[in-house]
Each structure stands twice: as C-alpha cells, then as structure tokens.
C-alpha cells in the first residue's frame, strides 16, 4: 500500500509529519472507529493506528 503524505525533497520530515493529513488522522485518538473509538484509555493506551489504517485504510 502506497500513501502520499508529502515530498521529503521539498518540505522537510518533520513539517510532513504534523501537518500531513494522513498524519494528523493517525495521531488523532477521536477519529477511532469501532471497540477503539469507544475505549475509554483510548487517549493513553498507545495502540497503533498506523497499523490498523495500513490493514483496513481506516
């Protein structure tokens, strides 16, 4: 699975990683879905959305 988040030869890495939408998703507990979303640690509980996003593409 190919994402676009940004050129790392014009914008630099960490630029792309706040403020790249595929990024600011990831990082964004509220927008879980399923047993996830409803969890209440979901805040601190560090599972990965990077990988469920990867499986699912959500």
Partial sequence: ???KTGNIR???LAEIYRN???FQNLRN???DKGKCGIFEFRYVCGESR???YAM???
Avoid: E, L, N, Y
Wanted: hydrophobic residues 30%; glycine residues 6%; aromatic residues 0%.
């Fill in 1 to 3: 699975m190919v994402i």
């Fill in 10 to 12: 014009t914008t630099s």
């Fill in 56 to 58: 699912t593409g959500d």
């Fill in 50 to 52: 990077s990988r469920a």
């Fill in 20 to 22: 790249s939408p595929v």
């Fill in 29 to 31: 507990p509220d927008k």
